[in-house]
């Protein structure tokens, strides 16, 4: 019996180690995973620590035994430091602006009210701090104050509530004010130097990144979806197809995303391709009309697994529009990307809308014709709901241009280079070459090279 | 000229009055709108008005001159009151939670390093301080602990680092570690008293609440989308039309407020309808699945002002399938929002989604039938794709209903009541009354009254 029972023990305990070390295992593979993914988050970690360190080290050897206001420096760095210059700008600004106002305000009503009497005083300074907390509490709620001043309000409220209630004396309010303002200086201005100094993340370069590659996706998919619904694809197609066609969802919910972003852009300086009063606005625009793509590209995804077996002349030649709508519009969001990427004029994108245009048109004078009197329209309903969806597709693609050739034109992007053109490019397979080397991304050379020839023979 | 001039200082004097009054009256209009939105808004600004009144009396009277913790009192209370219960429990657990574990490990870390010297002691603190800030930091990028303790790891470094630095012997860290303690205590629970006494805010009920809505807001749609498509409407439809069409819109960017407020629906204590364990998760389900419907109304209502006038036999035969598709639909959300509402079993939908289903299957069937061979398919291609999309949202119809009914089940929801069963209802009439008393929402009356001949018509 004992040696069952320790036999058992030891297999409780040797399972427990098992799973104990599965969990540490994936534990390490998650963490791994979103360094990977985005190898500034460990950079950013480190400089969190790094400015800690550096305004500890200011406290401990300065450490004002009998004041603690010094703990606001700390408090600063934590607070403040975000991912991103502009965000870290935006909550130093914020600090600084609201702590001033406020220690002055609440030095104010401490005049006001000092010769009030024991009484009155507090009863007063009670209903101040009342009402300004429940007016500022209320503002938060403005959506515009929201998205740009929330932390600033919490400090305003925060810091005039404690200075105006301290029941300190004149000189010693104006002291705790200062000191206070000090602080937090020095926390906010450490955050803004490492920050911008070491490896900085700009919020500007991530928003233009961001709806660069969503376009880009939308794009892929598009041309995946052209692949995929007809099933053309050989065996040597892409291997991340999935992930591919999938691209665009995450399109779906990326406004959270880019109106912060967008936020925090417009408190950064000028810096390199992004001058003074860049148009951070119209990157907004071009990511809502981007997002009505992607809904009609979410709705042509019910369509993949659909019945479609059909292969009659009329179902050839449906497909055939399709799959050139499909990825002459995955083709012009892909050189859209790359402009907005490279910074030049959207002008290569035009052949490819204009391609997708008059194959939709082609479709229409096809559905006009004559053919369809001794089809059974039943197998090629799917058929034409996905051209009839692609129609409002090519719409998208050309509002997505426009709003482009706006952002282009307001932002000054420059005028394609001859090489980038396609006028100059003799073949499509030098184009692709290009366009896979420039985004990083190779299985765009097998999609497009396979399509080409459908394409000019379409023409 | 004398006179002249000041005649054109009086004009531009009394011009900025006149600007200023308009922007004042502005300011004044969106602050009563904001508040008419959400009168909770106005109360939740007097709570934390109150609040601070409360710990700022306190501080008031006892303010402990040399000892400047208490303000930690006054900023619990800014920066932990939020909007909800479970929101400002959250914060409260996290805030208190992180406080006492940093307070315990800087407490170890101080204890650990006090016989080092003092070259040896500062260095390794500062080791510590960067270690676990840059860690902490790093682990508030896991989507999950930014989601529920993202706040909590902000207080963890930040007192951590100022107790580990502050320079104290081991009394004054003890003592300055307990203040700490005490007073975010007194702070938090003064907080989370006025929070939950005080007109509460349940994120659970509002999350219960949004979902509901959303769900109704589709079916208003669809029910609007099958009365607009056809031009059916007469003079007395309804006033906000475009609005009741266009409901749909907001339920397309509703994840990142549905996933908060079900992250803070699971700090709220079990509470009248919804007990311990409420499946809050399988809200954000059928969250996820009304969005993947509204994405297809969205491709819907591009087809709204498409062309189409011909009036062909076989064009009514579409309408009719595709008006009954969109209304029974409509009317099958509307059914499981009530559900949702009412917290009983969503039975009373069914019949609903029978009809959409049965009314698809019949559009199949006609399409299969030798009707089309003397049309012009152009003309019928709109009416097609808008079927077809239909027959996809009958699907989404009934993925939602799916999901509802696991939420149903795995809530315990009570069996529908006999008032509310569609088979005891004896007019149609009668039902939509019970409906938009039930639903506040007066449009529901007219759009179903004026549909439902048609439905009872194709039985």
């Given at each position: 019996m004992v040696v069952a029972s320790g036999s058992r023990d030891k297999t409780g305990f040797f399972t427990q180690g098992v799973k104990l070390k599965a969990n540490m295992v994936d534990m390490a593979r998650s963490v791994r995973k979103l360094g990977q993914e985005d190898p500034r988050r460990v950079v950013h970690s480190l400089k969190v620590g790094l400015t800690l360190i550096l305004v500890s080290a200011f406290y401990y050897y300065y450490?004002?035994?009998?004041?603690?206001?010094?703990i606001w420096m700390v408090m600063t760095v934590v607070l403040v430091f975000e991912f991103s210059v502009g965000a870290t700008l935006g909550k130093g600004f914020n600090r600084g602006i609201a702590t001033l106002l406020a220690g002055g305000l609440a030095f104010g009503a401490h005049q006001l009210t000092k010769n009030l009497g024991r009484v009155g005083e507090p009863i007063v300074l009670g209903l101040l701090v009342f009402l300004q907390a429940s007016i500022s509490t209320f503002f938060r709620f403005f959506p515009k104050i929201k998205a740009s001043y929330d932390y600033g309000m919490l400090i305003f409220i925060m810091t005039f509530s404690f200075i105006s209630v301290s029941g300190l004396r004149d000189d010693a309010i104006f002291k705790l004010a200062l000191e206070r303002l000090c602080t937090v200086s020095i926390g906010g201005a450490a955050c803004i130097f490492v920050s911008i100094l070491v490896f900085p993340v700009w919020a500007g370069q991530d928003l233009h990144n961001l709806i660069a590659l969503n376009i880009e996706k939308l794009g892929n998919s598009l041309e995946g979806f052209g692949d995929e619904y007809f099933k053309?694809?050989?065996?040597?197609?892409?291997?991340?197809d999935k992930e591919i066609l999938e691209g665009y969802k995450s399109v779906l919910n990326s406004k959270k995303c880019e109106e912060s972003l967008a936020n925090y852009a417009a408190?950064?300086?000028?810096?390199g391709r992004f001058p003074?009063?860049?148009?951070?606005k119209l990157y907004l625009k071009v990511g809502t009309v981007a997002r009505e793509c992607a809904y009609r590209i979410e709705a042509l995804n019910g369509?993949?697994?659909?019945?479609f077996q059909e292969s009659s002349e009329v179902s050839n030649l449906i497909q055939e529009a399709c799959t050139i709508m499909s990825v002459e519009s995955g083709k012009a969001l892909k050189e859209l990307a790359l402009a907005i990427k490279t910074m030049?004029?959207?002008?290569?994108?035009d052949s490819h809308i204009d391609k997708a245009k008059s194959s939709a048109e082609n479709l229409k004078s096809l559905l006009k014709s004559?053919?369809?009197?001794?089809?059974?329209?039943l197998k090629v309903i799917a058929g034409v709901t996905v051209a009839s969806i692609l129609i409002d597709v090519v719409t998208c693609t050309e509002k997505i241009a426009e709003s482009i050739r706006e952002l282009a034109s307001t932002a000054q992007f420059k005028s394609a280079e001859p090489t980038l053109?396609?006028?100059?490019?003799?073949?499509g397979q030098m184009k692709c070459v290009k366009l896979s080397q420039i985004?990083?991304?190779?299985h765009v050379v097998i999609i497009v090279s396979e399509l080409t020839p459908a394409v000019f023979f379409t023409k």
């Open positions: 450490p004002l035994y009998n004041n603690f206001y010094t053309r694809k050989g065996g040597e197609a892409c291997k991340d408190w950064e300086p000028p810096l003074f009063r860049h148009p951070w369509y993949l697994n659909a019945d030049v004029q959207p002008s290569s994108a004559g053919i369809w009197e001794d089809i059974d329209l053109s396609p006028e100059k490019l003799q073949s985004l990083n991304c190779p």
